[in-house]
């Protein structure tokens, strides 16, 4: 128990010989996206997030030629200079010992596939090829430290690829806290994460960013 008498976020509860470990309930936001399809989290989860991060543009990439990009972004450092940059998405827990589309030669091989090919940009106004200077794993679910090690270690030392950045469930659900906690004060002050709604948050986050910078 803490001072106040609330349980911790994490506690030993005694019973008897044994000992129960009581884990904290899940976050509201992971127990939303974590049964979300492949699709519903790339167009209602990721795409609107990092559009309201900054991108512009993001697009859907993903279909038959995607080349192991589900989605491309570009964005612009503090020196303007733009990066382009895509998603790789899977719904799930990824192990090394994964079948069908989360077999682990299956998911490597994609990965060649998206640092290998350019990407058709069109934040210059016209159409142009790209090669992909970031590469983002996400899911919506685990992804242990041996299969982590594993696709780190394949595309930086196998291709040489360095900016190859991995987001689990967890961690994609504190890029979405940290986004809503520092927005919503300004533009949705009672708003509570849904699936249903979190573009429509974005969609303002982008707006407001808009009409500050005019």
């Not at 806290?177 to 986050?205: G, H, Q």
Request: charged share 25%.
């Amino acid at each position: 128990m803490s001072e106040d008498g609330k349980p911790t976020s994490f506690e030993v509860e005694q019973t008897g010989a044994q000992n129960i470990l009581v884990s904290p309930p899940p976050s509201p936001i992971l127990s939303q996206i974590a049964i979300l399809s492949e699709n519903d989290l790339r167009i209602k989860v990721i795409m609107p997030l990092f559009r309201g991060l900054g991108a512009d543009p993001v697009m859907d990439t993903h279909g038959n030629d995607e080349e192991g990009k589900d989605v491309y972004f570009c964005y612009q450092d503090i020196s303007w200079c733009d990066h382009h940059s895509a998603v790789f998405l899977k719904a799930g827990d990824i192990n090394m010992s994964g079948t069908g589309s989360k077999d682990m030669g299956h998911i490597t091989a994609r990965i060649i596939d998206a640092v290998s090919s350019p990407v058709l940009s069109t934040n210059t106004g016209h159409v142009k090829e790209e090669d992909i200077q970031e590469l983002y794993f996400i899911t919506n679910g685990i992804v242990p430290k041996r299969a982590r090690k594993h696709l780190r270690d394949f595309t930086r030392s196998n291709l040489g690829f360095r900016n190859f950045i991995i987001w689990d469930g967890d961690l994609l659900v504190s890029k979405m806290k940290k986004l809503i906690d520092m927005s919503s004060p300004l533009i949705w002050p009672d708003y509570i994460f849904e699936v249903a709604t979190f573009e429509d948050f974005c969609n303002r986050v982008v707006g407001y960013k808009e009409k500050i910078r005019k």
